[in-house]
């Protein structure tokens, strides 16, 4: 008996994991559109191997929280704004990934175009990661877990609020 629900409950938590991995990948506007993660995805967002290892509570106040220090509030001289996320520069020019696209839309400028580039403190996750369910953002916190440690966890919908 013992076995029979040890192997369910190991069935349930793949299963958890692997709505994870659809959820991170899915879309155009899923996870994987900023965040890389085993390879797939795009390297524009934060690495999340860093918080991979965290408590299923403190990822998700990480998915929710502003992640602004990484964002740069891009004025350009035409006047146009947007948050961006900085990729490579030279001494001409610098490539930014354009935040108010979904997916982030790389724009490679010239820097006498650029205004100003402050840190913004305004930037949120796209609105796209509001809209989960807690089962969702737990399948997906289950994910990126089992993707950074190479465990599977359940993870309670309860601690994704």
Sequence with gaps: MFWIVLM??????????????????????GCSSCHLLKGRGTAVGPDLRGIGRLTPAAIVMAVHSTAAQYVLD????????????????????????????TPPELRKMDLTEIESM???????HPPAVNKHTAQQLADIVAYIRYAVTGTRQAVDPADAQ
């Design 8 to 29: 369910l409950a190991q069935a349930t938590v793949t299963q958890q994991t692997d709505r994870g991995e659809a959820l991170f990948f899915g879309t155009a506007n």
């Design 74 to 101: 891009v004025k350009l001289k035409s006047k146009e704004t947007f948050p961006a996320m900085p990729g490579a520069k030279d001494d001409k020019t610098i490539q930014l990934y354009d935040l108010s696209k």
């Design 118 to 124: 402050p840190n913004t403190a305004q930037w949120k």
